[in-house]
C-alpha cells in the first residue's frame, strides 16, 4: 500500500472526521460541473505559486486556512488520479512531505456515491 495515495473509504472517514484538506486540482470548468462539496480548487496549472503563497494570502485567495509544511490531511485529487499525481511531487518537492493523493479521483467519487 503506497503511504501517499488515500483511498476512497479513507476519504470519507476524514471527511466525516472533518480531517482533511482537499484540492481539487482540476480545471475550474470540471469544479463547476461537479465537485466533492468540501474540495478547494487550485487548478493544476497554478498549484506551484498558489503553495508558495503567504498564509495570509492564500486564505483571502481561496478562502481556506493555508496548508503548513507538516500537515499529515493535505490530499489531492483530480478525476482520475493523473493530475494529483503531478500535484502531489509538486507538493512533496515544495517540502509538502506528508501530503497525500486520492487516486480514485471524481471518477471513482461519483461512482461510489451513486450521484
Known sequence: MDASVVTYSQLKTMLSNRDVQLFDV???E????????EA???P????EE????????FQQKFE????QKDD????FHCAKGSRSLKAL???HRLGFSRARHYKGGYAEWVEKEGK
Open 26 to 28: 482540476r480545471n475550474p
Open 30 to 37: 470540471e469544479y463547476q460541473a461537479g465537485r466533492i462539496s
Open 40 to 42: 478547494v480548487n487550485i
Open 44 to 47: 493544476l496549472g497554478t498549484l
Open 50 to 57: 498558489s503553495l508558495q503563497l503567504s498564509p495570509e494570502l
Open 64 to 67: 481556506v486556512k493555508a496548508p
Open 72 to 75: 499529515d490531511n493535505i490530499v
Open 89 to 91: 511531487d509538486i507538493a
